[in-house]
């Protein structure tokens, strides 16, 4: 499926999240700068993307000049949506949602700061840098009639790597968030992320408990509709000290069981070149929504 309606009446939607790596000066062993980076990241972007023109694509570690490369590559046909944490304009980080105005209309947005202040730029807690999260409230548009359907809510967002207590903080604000604009729009909401957290950590238990109404996608879908290795989205670029782990998800709350769940892949960072697009792997879900 291609986004389209269907018979019985549902629209399938691609929501992809991925950790892009931000365009460091100094790359550490193993990592590409961007310059080598940037056309394979943009070409894969556009291979996952190309048939599925209802796609989210939700992003983490963007600073501006990355963006505008990756809109520029995506090209006119897509918007974006998001600011950067350092200023709510164009400094730091972006944790920018991807779209395509020709099928969704952007009823509204926001940017909040991971913190005890989410409406202004901020640090929250025992974050060593400012963290956040952007939301999007999205209507899809027929094609052919130029009407409106129920739509859904899309929330991109990068958790702190340092402070536990940032995380977890971080946690219940997206779980309120998230339950606060699905009562505003009567919508499903879909949070994807780098949540720096592996799902034995409290971060994941406080997303995912009984009553949170959040629940992981990739538990969603069956195991033969599966691909790729669902425990590493954090690859690393093999330097020493690190890690890989799964930090990376795609979580949904449905609350009127709107939601199909078809297919949940995790997507190569690398191919025998030998150049690591990222040191986080692309995390992609296909589900659909009945309208």
């Known amino acids: 499926?291609?986004?389209?309606?269907?018979?019985?009446?549902?629209?399938?939607?691609?929501?992809?999240?991925?950790?892009?790596?931000?365009?460091?000066?100094?790359?550490?062993?193993?990592?590409?700068?961007?310059?080598?980076?940037?056309?394979?990241?943009?070409?894969?972007l556009q291979f996952i993307a190309s048939a599925h023109p209802s796609a989210f694509i939700c992003l983490q570690e963007v600073t501006y000049p990355q963006l505008e490369d990756?809109?520029?590559?995506?090209?006119p046909s897509w918007n974006h949506i998001?600011?950067?944490?350092?200023?709510g304009k164009k400094g730091g980080e972006f944790s920018p949602i991807f779209f395509q105005p020709s099928h969704w209309t952007l009823a509204r947005s926001q940017t909040y700061w991971l913190s005890s202040t989410p409406s202004t730029p901020s640090v929250g807690w025992d974050a060593a840098l400012p963290r956040v999260v952007t939301v999007g409230s999205f209507r899809h548009t027929h094609s052919s009639s130029g009407t409106e359907t129920p739509g859904l809510v899309v929330m991109s967002t990068h958790l702190d790597h340092h402070g536990p207590i940032a995380r977890q903080q971080s946690a219940h604000l997206l779980l309120q968030l998230a339950k606060s604009w699905a009562q505003d729009e009567k919508a499903p909401?879909?949070?994807?992320?780098?949540?720096?957290?592996?799902?034995?950590?409290?971060v994941y238990e406080t997303l995912t408990a009984a009553g949170s109404g959040m629940r992981d996608i990739a538990g969603l879908v069956q195991e033969s509709s599966r691909y790729g290795n669902p425990e590493v989205t954090y690859t690393?670029?093999?330097?020493?000290?690190?890690?890989?782990?799964?930090?990376?998800?795609?979580?949904?709350?449905?609350?009127?069981?709107?939601?199909?769940?078809?297919?949940y892949g995790i997507l190569p960072n690398r191919f025998d070149d030998g150049v690591f697009l990222s040191d986080h792997r692309p995390v992609v879900a296909d589900v659909e929504i009945a309208i």
Do not use: H
């Open 82 to 87: 998001g600011r950067g944490r350092d200023d």
């Open 236 to 263: 690393t670029f093999g330097e020493a000290g690190e890690t890989p782990g799964r930090l990376d998800y795609l979580f949904v709350r449905d609350k009127d069981s709107r939601v199909r769940f078809r297919m």
């Open 1 to 44: 499926m291609t986004g389209t309606t269907t018979a019985a009446a549902s629209l399938s939607v691609r929501l992809i999240t991925y950790n892009i790596r931000w365009a460091v000066t100094q790359p550490v062993k193993g990592e590409k700068p961007w310059s080598i980076r940037r056309p394979k990241l943009c070409a894969q």
């Open 70 to 75: 990756i809109q520029a590559s995506l090209g």
């Open 189 to 202: 909401v879909f949070l994807g992320g780098d949540f720096n957290s592996t799902p034995d950590s409290t």
